[in-house]
């Protein structure tokens, strides 16, 4: 394939990252006829997977719509063994994958992109590593990840505490004993919930550290059936094709009755019913609960009232008991035995709200009513998302304008794919896409087919740089702006909306809209030549420019 414009450029793509995102664009780039290199700050693919090593991590979408659905042949030689996958499992398929489709050699592992600066009068990127190496290319595609930068809390001598720290998103390669230790674990979002059942089976005591009660769903695993598996092979082609263009990007059993329209008993049998089916079958169950307050209430007091039944101490249950916002507000984690733990003596609830966090010293965590004395602390304190990973590069786009500096207001961006001031910089389930509201594979393979095409066009067109207009931008926030207001996710802080990162601007950062309907917004986009999108034509090093803003 020729490269069009600038012969001298080391490549034509730099992919950053080597997740499932990026492994899927290095695939589909070069089945395209696309030069690229793609770094990788990992020793190994599997991006999250590979990060985050943590005891009883494992996936809260079902393994048989947590895969890639591009390829036939990959869902035929790659066998599941849980209805939930471990980390290890996913993160052996993504290995395996990395291997059968011979993706390692386009990537330099254990290496970080640093810095990337875009030239507009040749229209490249250089891409810097931090070894130093500059890489040359037209353009960027940064699959660095929408939950990858881990964030830590600014605690009041952090650093005096003289034991060991973990982060569940750096967690080590080799495992962490902790028998016979005493631990704290700070954060009860979904890595926290699933790390502490498991912790608290091995340590001598454990403390955990809740600021704000979670709404937790039994994941009800159990190991996948060989009729399911076979079931789903057979049927890959038009499940896939049918899970593409639903809302969640996962074929869910059809709804049923509006909760608010369901007499009891009714009401509660199918509650119950669909509380044992568990993880998010039971809150897809019924239509009205993520867009009715009333109705979501019925629902996070039937949950409120089994956290009642399992935990035995009614002063933890309170306090393990969320009141104050909708549930499915925030991310809703799946768990296996959470509330339980709470019943064993070695494991001690620290509500912030009753007792709030003074500091970290040596030997612990302090609070208003006594220190804790620990021998490790996990902060499972969550992740600069959606934004962090991209402005934690030091991206420069037109005019040197820093992309940390652009978005310092809030991520602003047309489709989540591109931003004003960044030409041919495209970003994998970036902020105000359908992202983590939707299955990750289906968002994932959804833009990298949607930014592979797109290339394949430009190429063809001779077209040398591609950048959104301002007022595509501006469109495009009132769509997600006005797909929000249909849901609750506004009743509730949460990390998609920024709140939970000091100085974050706040700013709701996924596009609640469907990937079903955002699919077609973007195919629509394209086939009517890329509109909002500004082209430039061919030109040498130092072209004069022909500009079509379309
Ligand atoms: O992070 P989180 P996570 N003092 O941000 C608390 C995906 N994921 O790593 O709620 C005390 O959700 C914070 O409290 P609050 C999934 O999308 C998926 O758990 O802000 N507490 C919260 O309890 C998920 O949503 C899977 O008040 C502090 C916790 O730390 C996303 O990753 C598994 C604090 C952070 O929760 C992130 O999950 C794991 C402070 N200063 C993750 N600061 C599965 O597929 C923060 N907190 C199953």
């Not at 964030?151 to 967690?171: C, K, M, S």
Request: glycine share 8%; with cysteine.
């Amino acid at each position: 394939m020729p490269q069009v414009g600038a012969p001298d450029l080391d490549c034509e793509v730099v992919v950053v990252g080597a997740g499932f995102a990026g492994l899927y664009a290095i695939h589909a780039l070069r089945e395209n006829g696309f030069s690229l290199k793609a770094f990788e700050s990992g020793t190994s693919v599997g991006g999250t997977w590979f990060w985050n090593r943590y005891p009883g991590a494992r996936c809260d979408v079902e393994s048989l719509a947590y895969q890639y659905s591009f390829s036939q042949e990959l869902v035929d030689e790659w066998t599941w063994t849980e209805r939930y996958a471990t980390q290890p499992e996913i993160l052996a398929y993504a290995e395996w994958v990395a291997d059968r489709l011979d993706l390692r050699r386009e990537i330099t592992f254990n290496t970080r992109v640093s810095r990337a600066v875009y030239d507009e009068d040749a229209a490249y990127w250089t891409v810097e590593t931090d070894d130093g190496s500059l890489t040359t290319a037209r353009f960027v595609v940064a699959a660095s990840g929408s939950i990858s930068a881990p964030q830590v809390p600014p605690l009041e001598g952090i650093n005096d505490f003289a034991g060991e720290t973990y982060h569940p998103g750096r967690w080590p390669a080799e495992g962490v004993d902790f028998t016979g230790k005493r631990v704290a674990v700070i954060g009860v979002g979904s890595s926290g919930i699933q790390l502490i059942p498991e912790v608290a089976k091995f340590a001598e005591k454990l403390v955990v550290v809740q600021r704000t009660p979670a709404y937790t769903l039994p994941a009800r695993n159990r190991p996948l059936y060989e009729d399911e598996i076979l079931c789903a092979r057979r049927n890959h082609v038009e499940l896939a094709e049918r899970a593409r263009h639903t809302h969640s990007g996962i074929n869910l059993p059809i709804p049923g009755d509006l909760l608010l329209e369901t007499e009891e008993p009714k009401r509660t049998i199918m509650l119950e019913k669909n509380w044992h089916l568990g993880g998010n079958l039971f809150i897809s169950a019924f239509p009205d609960v993520t867009s009715d307050l009333e109705a979501n209430e019925i629902m996070a007091e039937f949950v409120r009232h089994k956290l009642r039944t399992i935990v035995e101490d009614p002063e933890v249950a309170r306090k393990l008991t969320p009141t104050d916002y909708p549930i499915g507000g925030k991310r809703i984690p799946t768990d296996t035995n959470y509330w339980a733990t709470f019943n064993r003596n070695n494991v001690k609830l620290v509500n912030v709200g009753d007792e709030p966090i003074v500091r970290a010293t040596r030997n612990g965590i302090q609070t208003t009513e006594t220190t804790y004395e620990v021998d490790a602390i996990i902060y499972a304190t969550g992740y600069d998302n959606l934004t962090g990973a991209l402005t934690r590069i030091d991206i420069r786009g037109r005019d040197g304008l820093s992309l940390q500096e652009s978005w310092s207001g809030g991520a602003h961006t047309y489709l989540g794919l591109a931003t004003v001031g960044f030409p041919n910089l495209f970003t994998i389930t970036g902020p105000q896409s359908p992202s983590v509201l939707a299955n990750m594979f289906a968002s994932i393979e959804q833009h990298v087919e949607w930014i592979a095409e797109t290339l394949c066009a430009l190429r063809d067109r001779e077209v040398l740089s591609i950048e959104a207009t301002p007022s595509a931008e501006e469109w495009w926030a009132d769509q997600v702006d006005e797909a929000v207001e249909n849901t609750l996710y506004l009743h509730a802080k949460s990390w998609y909306r920024g709140t939970n990162v000091e100085g974050k601007a706040p700013k709701f950062l996924v596009y609640t809209g469907g990937l079903d309907v955002y699919r077609r917004i973007c195919d629509d986009i394209a086939s009517d030549n890329f509109r909002g999108f500004s082209l430039e034509g061919a030109k040498s090093a130092k072209p004069t420019q022909e500009k079509v803003t379309v």
